[in-house]
């Protein structure tokens, strides 16, 4: 007499036999998958990453790009990637009187930012200009907060393309940067540089006012009556700390994915300090080192000379060479497929249960992983009664771990697509990526279904309690792991949410940063004090909090 798995078994592959349609196209053979990809023994769901490996971070980075939560959360850029900003976007220059800018100067994409540089008295205003692109500006875009002023390594790839080494001492000099970054940029026909500024947006280093630009309003505004002091001026000034604030709020707008969308990357120019056949010389200065601690200091000078001949090729070649693919896209869709149910799953396997309830959670659980690789369970991946082997490595689901981890870059691979050097690094950081969240999650979807614990396969008998919270604990480190490696920002987040009368804040430059003139830092920081030490805590690791959108404020 058949067991109870095997007629589920027989029922279900009946069924889909009676309700196959045939398909646009024949699933493609073994043979579709280029090199070892088509080799199931490849895909061994015990192997892991390399310690040195560094496509998640690729991944990650590239996916941030733009945006002002990733780019607050780690500070430190490790990308630069060529841009252009359309024809018709807005930008604003908070102006010292009713003159238009003649020499090197900086404009925001936001009036609440450049507002605050309308420098006038309360009897005669200020002067607030407006501008619109009339040609499509060439810009260059350094990630991270590269605006932020501070000698922890925000300005290193700045400092590369400007003088070809890092000088920490220059670290105020932003008229000799500006300088040296557009003179270094005009052979190229780049007129902007493009940062973050910490709780501000994005602003642009303008090398030409009247090249790309016309003037759309030059207002006389009320003044700002904003305040410029030392940081313990400003709780006692409520105009200052709203303004502030507000600042900081005009900035969340772009938090998050799509991010400043005033600015059209060029993924196919994109440089990267995480290439390591670009930059190897930074693969051991990163070895044990938090990701909140990569710099881009202490590059070899064959490396330096390397990045800037890619920059130099990548803003020299024509623009129609790339290859048509959405990156951007790309990678979101990744992000959006995985992100969330990764984080409900890594939930559900946190809470306390009882033995009635664990074996029903663990189905629950069960549900949620084959819900994930549901277009990936191929027809022939079911675990062998008769095999010890096969069910010890869990060999039958390598076919399952290859569709998942090659779903979205393998019509790419096979088609022989023609890419510049930047997009095969896309290419590998999104294989290598995906490759990894597909190992784990096939790995624990198997061994669940070894146990008996999936719904659609049920033993005869319910498995013992005491197996089922082993196999909890191994999915639950499993699972920990992996959104540690993956370290998406999207799962930082305020917990519980904000109230509506809140803001969920990354504590960042400027707010914390500002030394009493000629004090030493530390000699200011103490418990009372609403600016905590920036060197420390909160401050060298940005946590998550929700603060006040009206006064009082806290930070």
Not at 214 to 234: Q, W, Y
Not at 317 to 328: A, E, F, M
Not at 395 to 405: L, Q
Not at 478 to 492: E, F, G, P
């Amino acid at each position: 007499m058949l067991s109870t798995r095997k007629a589920v078994w027989l029922f279900l592959a009946f069924e889909r036999v009676l309700t196959a349609q045939i398909p646009l196209s024949s699933h493609p053979p073994l043979s579709f998958y280029p090199g070892p990809e088509n080799d199931l023994g490849q895909w061994d769901l015990d192997e892991g990453p390399t310690v040195n490996a560094t496509g998640h971070l690729v991944f990650e980075t590239v996916n941030s790009l733009l945006q002002a939560w990733p780019n607050t959360r780690h500070r430190i850029g490790h990308t630069i990637v060529l841009g252009i900003i359309p024809v018709g976007t807005l930008l604003y220059h908070g102006a010292a009187g009713p003159h238009l800018p003649t020499a090197l100067d900086w404009v925001a994409v936001e009036p609440d930012h450049s507002v605050l540089f309308c420098q006038g008295s309360i009897a005669k205003g200020c002067w607030h200009l407006t501008l619109t692109v009339t040609r499509p500006m060439k810009v260059l875009y350094f990630d991270g907060s590269s605006g932020a002023k501070l000698l922890e390594g925000t300005m290193d790839t700045q400092d590369l393309v400007a003088w070809s080494e890092m000088k920490p001492e220059w670290v105020e000099n932003e008229g000799q940067r500006i300088k040296d970054l557009c003179k270094w940029g005009e052979k190229y026909g780049v007129n902007g540089f493009v940062r973050f500024v910490g709780c501000e947006d994005a602003e642009i280093m303008i090398c030409n006012f009247t090249s790309h630009m016309e003037v759309a309003s030059f207002l006389n505004l009320e003044s700002t009556r904003v305040k410029t002091g030392t940081r313990t001026d400003l709780p006692e000034d409520p105009n200052t700390m709203h303004r502030s604030f507000e600042l900081m709020h005009s900035s969340s707008w772009h938090d998050h994915y799509p991010g400043e969308t005033r600015i059209m990357l060029d993924f196919s120019g994109l440089i990267s300090f995480y290439d390591t056949a670009l930059v190897p010389s930074l693969v051991p200065r990163r070895a044990g080192v938090e990701r909140w601690d990569h710099r881009v200091a202490g590059i070899s000078p064959e490396d330096i000379e390397r990045v800037q001949d890619r920059l130099a090729h990548a803003l020299a070649r024509p623009p129609l060479t790339t290859s048509g693919i959405d990156w951007k896209t790309v990678l979101q869709v990744v992000v959006d497929r995985y992100a969330s149910r990764l984080e409900f799953m890594h939930h559900l396997l946190n809470l306390t249960l009882d033995d009635g309830s664990i074996f029903n959670h663990s189905q629950q659980i069960q549900r949620q992983l084959r819900t994930v690789l549901l277009p990936y369970t191929v027809f022939a991946a079911l675990p062998p009664n008769d095999s010890v082997t096969a069910n010890a490595t869990n060999s039958w689901a390598a076919p399952v771990f290859r569709e998942c981890a090659t779903s979205h870059t393998a019509s790419i691979v096979s088609r022989g697509t023609t890419l510049m050097l930047s997009e095969r690094l896309l290419l590998q950081a999104i294989r290598e990526t995906t490759h990894e969240i597909c190992r784990v999650v096939t790995k624990m979807w198997a061994s669940g279904m070894i146990l008996g614990v999936d719904p659609l396969y049920p033993l005869e008998l319910r498995p013992e309690t005491d197996h089922i919270r082993t196999l909890m604990d191994e999915w639950k480190e499993d699972v920990t792991q992996l959104l540690s490696w993956l370290d998406w920002s999207v799962w930082v987040k305020c917990r519980p949410a904000c109230s509506f009368e809140e803001m969920c804040y990354l504590p960042t430059w400027p707010i914390g940063f500002f030394p009493t003139p000629g004090a030493p830092p530390q000699d200011e920081w103490d418990n009372t004090s609403l600016w905590p030490d920036p060197n420390n805590g909160e401050w060298r690791r940005p946590q998550p909090k929700c603060i006040r959108r009206l006064e009082p404020y806290g930070f």
